[in-house]
């Protein structure tokens, strides 16, 4: 599992770390490990074109400690500061000492440009100095950022306006940072690596994500004693006239979650649609373990459709038309748990907020709409964000693919988390490991091409063999 670190904390733990170290030896620490992801990346470190910018605080020292590396190995180096004036001292004499050049402008051609002007106490975007650095990268260099792209904020990954680096390459230090694992954020980051530098963190983390080793734990396996009804029944409440479609989708999602069994409970005409599509679907009320609730309800949604779900002791997912209309007061008094699965329209709604102040703190809106509606919430988007109902555990979702934005794609991801409430898992594990294998799954149904929801629900079943196999 990957653990992000707000910037207070990682802050904290450093300055723990530092007290207890020589002077000047975990900046030396983060150079070793930033001069080995770079020479790993060059085709020869010999005569090897290697451009560093350079701001003036400790991101742009732990840039020039490893530039000094590589020209002792043979590589030409040349460091770009924003301020000339204000350079780490201690870095630049290591730089100069090792052959490196000091050089006010950015050189036409390079292999591999650092990324040091900003570390991850910056906010608010680049300052126009930094700005004109950055739009002065050579073209096919590769692009390496020091703790986190300059321009992106490490606790959000919110990206301001204006210009912010888009690295090939991050190489992060003691821990992950929540902006590397969030959009857009994430997306500049490009492929991320971990260097220990002994830092120690003695509470949970800001967010964490999953991984393959992770979700095959938490996935839900039959025994030689299992019946449909062991396994788990989840209901479906989902469909309308206007989208029939809708149901058809979660019952989908659903059959492929590891649950025992799908009831679908609804429209006749809509339980023909589900039926003639799969006709494993259990029809009409009955006993279940679990429910989805709103995909495709249209006008049909709304309260009086929740009321008997969620006054059963038993899990209730709430997507789409399910959301409009939530008493808080009610989804607090729940015993059961409650995982409702908005997008960040409907957050927004929830909320009361502008669509826009969701998507720029996707960590943040989580955490206040789970706490406003004591559920846990499963934040769909660019960085699918789950957050238990008090906000200590968050969970951001590595997988997944663009493509996955294609109408009924939620459908298939509800019935998917239905499905694992239903088999036992808590909300905030089966929102975790319902976001993964749905992005899983996305990716194989497109490959890289336009893709279905019905794709997207035939895909779940080799995500989970993926996960199994490691």
Request: charged letters at 20%; glycine letters at 14%; proline letters at 7%.
């Amino acid at each position: 599992m990957r653990t992000a670190y707000s910037v207070e904390t990682v802050r904290a733990a450093e300055r723990e770390l530092m007290a207890r170290l020589p002077e000047g030896a975990l900046m030396r620490r983060a150079a070793a490990g930033l001069a080995a992801v770079c020479a790993r990346l060059l085709p020869r470190v010999y005569g090897a074109r290697v451009v560093l910018l350079v701001g003036s605080g400790d991101n742009g020292g732990d840039a020039l400690y490893a530039g000094a590396r590589l020209a002792r190995r043979g590589a030409g180096v040349t460091a770009v500061p924003v301020d000339p004036s204000r350079v780490h001292p201690g870095g630049l004499a290591a730089l100069l000492a090792a052959g490196g050049r000091l050089d006010p402008a950015v050189p036409p051609g390079a292999d591999l440009v650092v990324d040091g002007l900003v570390g991850i106490g910056g906010r608010g975007g680049l300052r126009p100095a930094a700005a004109a650095l950055v739009e002065r990268i050579p073209a096919g260099a590769v692009v390496v950022a020091v703790d986190l792209p300059s321009g992106v904020d490490a606790d959000t990954g919110e990206v301001a306006a204006g210009t912010a680096v888009r690295a090939d390459v991050t190489v992060t230090f003691g821990a992950y940072k929540p902006g590397l694992l969030i959009a857009p954020g994430a997306s500049r980051a490009g492929v991320v690596h971990l260097v220990d530098i002994g830092l120690e963190f003695p509470g949970p983390p800001e967010a964490e994500a999953l991984q393959h080793a992770d979700v095959a734990r938490l996935l839900p396996e039959p025994t030689e004693t299992s019946d449909k009804y062991r396994r788990g029944v989840v209901g479906i409440v989902a469909g309308s006239a206007r989208y029939p479609g809708a149901a058809v989708l979660a019952v989908a999602g659903a059959l492929r979650g590891g649950a025992g069994a799908v009831r679908y409970v609804g429209p006749a005409a809509v339980a023909e649609a589900v039926l003639a599509r799969y006709p494993e679907t259990l029809i009409g009320p009955g006993r279940v373990q679990a429910w989805v609730v709103g995909p495709g309800l249209g006008d049909e949604g709304g309260a009086e459709v929740l009321a008997k779900p969620l006054a059963q002791p038993v899990p209730v997912l709430v997507d789409a038309d399910g959301l409009r209309g939530l008493d808080p007061g009610a989804l607090r008094a729940r015993t059961a748990p409650t995982l409702l699965t908005p997008h960040a329209g409907e957050a927004a709604a929830l909320l009361g907020v502008p669509r826009e102040e969701v998507e720029a703190g996707r960590l943040a809106a989580a955490r206040r709409l789970a706490a406003r509606y004591g559920a846990t919430v499963l934040l769909k988007g660019s960085t699918t964000v789950v957050s238990s109902p008090s906000g200590e555990t968050v969970r951001v979702n590595p997988t997944g693919t663009a493509w996955l934005a294609t109408a009924g794609s939620g459908d298939v991801l509800s019935g998917l988390g239905g499905s694992l409430l239903a088999a036992g898992l808590s909300a905030v594990d089966a929102g975790s490991v319902a976001a993964y294998l749905h992005g899983l799954a996305g990716r194989r149904a497109s490959a890289g091409a336009p893709a279905l929801a019905h794709g997207v629900a035939r895909a779940l079943p080799s995500a989970w063999r993926d996960v199994r196999s490691g």
